[in-house]
């Protein structure tokens, strides 16, 4: 089970964009998550007249490594750390500083 699942909402520790909160849109096999609005880069894209596609640049997101993200505890409002806790014989997401379980 991993710690960090599509549409959480995470704000950036470390790097350029540090501070700014986004959505998990996609979680990357190899440890690298795809966060809304967080990480940007300016991509050259050749035109697609077949299906009316425009050439130029685009701004779009790239991969930030899962270890620069913390997720964010909506009720304390702040960072936080993700932990398990297993109720009923079910494995849950738990907010390290208060136990209380992550909203999926």
């Keep these: 089970m991993l710690k960090l ?11 350029r964009d540090k ?21 940007m880069v300016r991509k050259s894209t050749r035109p697609n007249p077949n299906i009316g596609e425009r050439g130029g640049i685009v701004d779009q997101e790239a991969p930030i490594q899962a270890s620069n993200v913390a997720i964010w505890n909506h009720e304390d409002e702040r960072a936080d750390r993700v932990g398990f806790k297993v109720e009923d014989g079910e494995k849950i997401r738990v907010f390290k500083s208060s136990g209380k379980p992550v909203e999926d």
């Design 19 to 39: 501070g700014r909160r986004g959505e998990v849109l996609r979680v990357l096999k190899d440890g690298r998550l795809l966060v809304s609005g967080v990480n």
């Design 5 to 15: 699942k599509k549409d959480d909402e995470v704000i950036v520790i470390a790097g």
